[in-house]
């Protein structure tokens, strides 16, 4: 998995009047939330803020990555758990990160690439993704950037569910009954399987 840097800001947590004002200047309230745990065993978020110029390339991008924080000088590992956006105007309101080391499992959802031509695809089907990511666990340094599918024996009218893949040092958290991708047949391949069956 590939890495990105973020430098922050230490902020008291405040209410939505503090959030507000932090927004007004290009700002984005964030918590990280680490090993420390509270009186009722959650995790103890520690308030930061980051600009929008610094988040943008973790945020606006199809890839995953693990983010090294700068939190006023003090270096953090973490990931990105949860993003909340504007309903109207998509601006950015808020960020959770989740504190990660080498060891510990975490979830993360990993964009899926189908690789190879299906023999579906060769009969005159289509070949579609139903899914774009898989949820998986593991430690962060196991987790790749894509999970590779090889569709080359994918016939028409034929599906991959998630029972029927594995990926060494990954556990697939995403239902197995899940359909993954498919090749779905289309006209042209329905007229030429009814011509060839009338032969």
């Given at each position: 998995m590939?890495?990105?840097?973020?430098?922050?800001?230490?902020?008291?947590?405040?209410?939505?009047?503090?959030?507000?004002?932090?927004?007004?200047?290009?700002?984005?309230?964030?918590?990280?939330?680490?090993?420390?745990?509270?009186?009722?065993?959650?995790?103890?978020?520690?308030?930061?803020a980051c600009s929008n110029a610094e988040l943008r390339n973790l945020i606006y991008t199809p890839n995953i990555y693990s983010v090294n924080l700068n939190i006023d000088g003090k270096e953090r590992k973490a990931i990105m758990k949860e993003l909340q956006f504007h309903p109207v105007t998509d601006q950015v309101l808020h960020v959770d990160?989740?504190?990660?080391?080498?060891?510990?499992?975490?979830?993360?959802?990993?964009?899926?690439?189908?690789?190879?031509?299906?023999?579906?695809v060769k009969a005159g089907g289509k070949l579609a993704a139903s899914v774009r990511k898989l949820k998986v666990r593991a430690p962060y340094t196991q987790i790749p950037e894509v999970l590779n599918i090889d569709v080359t024996k994918l016939?028409?009218?034929?599906?991959?569910?998630?029972?029927?893949?594995?990926?060494?040092?990954?556990?697939?958290?995403?239902?197995?009954?899940?359909?993954?991708?498919?090749?779905?047949?289309?006209?042209?391949?329905?007229?030429?399987?009814a011509q060839a069956a009338k032969k």
């Open positions: 590939k890495s990105i840097d973020v430098k922050g800001t230490a902020r008291v947590a405040g209410g939505k009047k503090a959030a507000k004002l932090l927004r007004k200047q290009d700002m984005v309230p964030c918590n990280l939330y680490g090993e420390v745990k509270g009186e009722n065993g959650l995790p103890v978020a520690e308030s930061f990160f989740y504190e990660i080391n080498e060891t510990k499992p975490i979830l993360m959802e990993v964009p899926i690439k189908m690789n190879g031509l299906a023999e579906g016939g028409l009218g034929k599906v991959i569910k998630v029972a029927e893949l594995s990926f060494e040092g990954l556990e697939i958290v995403t239902s197995p009954s899940v359909v993954v991708c498919q090749v779905k047949m289309t006209r042209a391949a329905a007229a030429a399987a």
